[in-house]
Nanobody, 122 residues
Framework: QVQLVESGGGLVQAGGSLRLSCAVS????????MGWFRQAPGKEREFVAA????????YYADSVKGRFTISRDNAKGTVYLQMNSLKPEDTAVYYC???????????????WGQGTQVTVSS
């Protein structure tokens, strides 16, 4: 049973920073690409960032490029999303995901976390 557990969400003012974490268990973490997605109220879930198995290649949505950084610690089985210069439009539930079925930058993924709320106030 693969489990993904996110943490680190919360309320922050515009211009602030947050770091999300996603701990993976039940699977050899270093063998799977990982991604972050988000879903704002009334909108579809969208791709945010992804990392290859080793972390050597990363991918970002244009809306977060230069502000967000995805990283992973394979020894700890954890993937991170460092979010800087946050904007009110970044407000959403953020989900981590493991093992894309096709491309790392799009759904579907095989495994999902429960999500963590990020709220950015203006």
């Amino acid at each position: 049973q693969v489990q993904l557990v996110e943490s680190g969400g919360g309320l922050v003012q515009a211009g602030g920073s947050l770091r999300l974490s996603c701990a993976v268990s039940g699977r050899t973490f270093s063998s799977v690409p990982m991604g972050w997605f988000r879903q704002a109220p009334g909108k579809e879930r969208e791709f945010v960032a992804a990392s290859t198995r080793s972390g050597g290649y990363t991918y970002y949505a244009d809306s977060v490029k230069g502000r967000f950084t995805i990283s992973r610690d394979n020894a700890k089985g954890t993937v991170y999303l460092q979010m800087n210069s946050l904007k009110p439009e970044d407000t959403a539930v953020y989900y981590c995901a493991a093992e894309p079925q096709f491309r790392a930058t799009m759904e579907p993924y095989n495994y999902w976390g429960q999500g963590t709320q990020v709220t950015v106030s203006s």
